[in-house]
């Protein structure tokens, strides 16, 4: 009998701990969406405070600091280093050079490679542009250790698939909207 007793003690244990088990996974659960909520509304925050300060996107300011490091550039360079479509690349490029701050020139002996160079007054718009928040986070990461990095990354990458968003085209920066388009000055809060 007090074997027996014992058995339904044991069950009654393992239930108890199941229910804090699964209290426990419901509170990890709630954390990791609060903490995307966190991510998502520091990313929108810092593009509004970008696009109100500069009246540009993330993106945009972007390809001017890929243009003010690198020089003048072929299209199709750029759009590799900010991984973007070629597509993409030519309407942002477009709306940049609206404003006079890119320059884009046909090459002479090939007119299918077209040349772009930041202006003058790119680079002031870079100068007086708030620093974007991927900046930030690249100088914090750095100074992980590398497992932690590895660490970070694989969390992260689990992350993407959990939400299947794996096949989304993104590029590395922290930006929420269309490439082209500003926010609105009213955003996820």
């Known amino acids: 009998m007090a074997q027996l007793s014992e ?10 701990n199941a229910d804090m088990w699964s209290e426990h996974m ?4 709630e954390t990791a969406l609060v903490a995307l909520r966190r991510i998502l509304k520091a ?3 810092n ?3 970008v696009a109100h300060k500069t ?7 972007l390809v001017l600091q890929v243009l003010k490091t690198r020089g ?6 750029l759009a590799k280093a900010v991984d973007l479509k070629q597509a993409t690349i030519s309407i942002l490029l477009d709306k940049l050079q609206e404003r006079g701050l890119v320059d884009r020139k046909r090459g002479e002996t090939d007119r299918r490679r077209v040349w772009v160079r930041i202006t003058d007054a790119g680079v002031k718009m870079l100068e007086d542009a708030p620093d974007l ?5 690249r100088a914090r990461f750095r100074d992980l250790a590398e497992w932690e990095q590895a660490s ?5 990458l689990r992350v993407v698939s959990l939400l299947d968003a794996e096949q989304i085209e993104a590029s590395p920066l922290l930006d929420v909207g269309p490439i082209n388009d500003l926010p609105s000055s009213t955003g996820p809060r």
């Open 7 to 16: 058995g339904f003690e044991a069950v009654r244990l393992s239930s108890v």
């Open 26 to 29: 419901q509170d990890q659960t």
């Open 43 to 45: 990313t929108a925050s």
């Open 47 to 49: 593009v509004r405070t």
């Open 55 to 61: 009246g540009l996107t993330a993106s945009q300011l």
């Open 72 to 77: 003048e550039t072929l299209t199709g360079n």
């Open 133 to 137: 928040l991927q900046e930030t986070f």
């Open 152 to 156: 970070l990354v694989a969390a992260l």
